[in-house]
């Protein structure tokens, strides 16, 4: 968060149009360090929805000043998407609700550059100009090089491509003492499946 949100001061943020879910997401994150997400065992189209919340979640941190919170949330992105790959639907609502240069921005283009189908394209409805001709030019880009885009995408190889604390020269969120206290390494912790036979 911002330094003068903190310390002896007391502001106080409103928050009248948020959706209570981001903020459990943040006070969750805030205590645990862990992006918690749907249980494991749920049906893959539900991931469209997890990740829908997960943007919201992106765009609250945002507005917050969190980068730390905006790079957990990314890095759950990408598992997310990673797994089931319904990421790129949201294309319009990322480009709607983040700003010019927002990382997650690259990420969506990386996505579609790296792993997408004509068939992504299909459903205009899913996206605006502006995400249009950021993908047009990054594919130019992939035609004139074309040996700079095989092997391992660079959303998995290295997330913090993705990451704010890379342009301002700081160690990532999974790197700071409350990680390591934490024991969390990960952006992403899916809680275990109930076993159909325990008792509920």
């Given at each position: 968060?911002?330094?003068?949100?903190?310390?002896?001061?007391?502001?106080?943020?409103?928050?009248?149009?948020?959706?209570?879910?981001?903020?459990?997401?943040?006070?969750?994150?805030?205590?645990?360090?862990?992006?918690?997400?749907?249980?494991?065992?749920?049906?893959?189209?539900?991931?469209?929805?997890?990740?829908?919340?997960?943007?919201?979640?992106?765009?609250?941190?945002?507005?917050?000043?969190?980068?730390?919170?905006?790079?957990?949330?990314?890095?759950?992105?990408?598992?997310?998407?990673?797994?089931?790959?319904?990421?790129y639907i949201n294309a319009r609502k990322i480009w709607e609700y983040t700003p010019p240069g927002a990382l997650?921005?690259?990420?969506?283009?990386?996505?579609?550059?790296?792993?997408?189908?004509?068939?992504?394209?299909?459903?205009?409805?899913?996206?605006?100009?502006?995400?249009?001709?950021?993908?047009?030019?990054?594919?130019?880009?992939?035609?004139?090089?074309?040996?700079?885009?095989?092997?391992?995408?660079?959303?998995?190889?290295?997330?913090?491509?993705?990451?704010?604390?890379?342009?301002?020269?700081?160690?990532?969120?999974?790197?700071?003492?409350?990680?390591?206290?934490?024991?969390?390494?990960?952006?992403?912790?899916?809680?275990k499946a109930h076993n159909k036979s325990s008792p509920q």
């Open positions: 968060m911002k330094k003068k949100w903190t310390g002896d001061n007391n502001y106080i943020l409103k928050l009248p149009d948020d959706k209570p879910e981001n903020i459990k997401v943040y006070v969750a994150w805030l205590y645990s360090n862990r992006i918690f997400t749907k249980p494991e065992g749920e049906v893959s189209k539900e991931s469209s929805v997890e990740v829908d919340g997960l943007i919201d979640a992106y765009v609250f941190g945002d507005k917050i000043q969190d980068s730390d919170f905006k790079d957990a949330i990314i890095d759950a992105i990408i598992e997310v998407s990673e797994e089931d790959g319904w990421c997650i921005r690259r990420y969506m283009v990386d996505t579609f550059v790296w792993e997408g189908s004509e068939k992504w394209l299909e459903k205009v409805s899913y996206f605006n100009q502006d995400f249009l001709i950021e993908l047009g030019r990054a594919l130019y880009k992939r035609i004139a090089s074309p040996k700079d885009y095989t092997g391992v995408t660079p959303f998995v190889r290295d997330s913090c491509l993705y990451h704010e604390h890379t342009s301002k020269g700081e160690p990532c969120y999974k790197a700071s003492t409350r990680t390591i206290q934490c024991q969390a390494v990960m952006a992403v912790e899916k809680p």
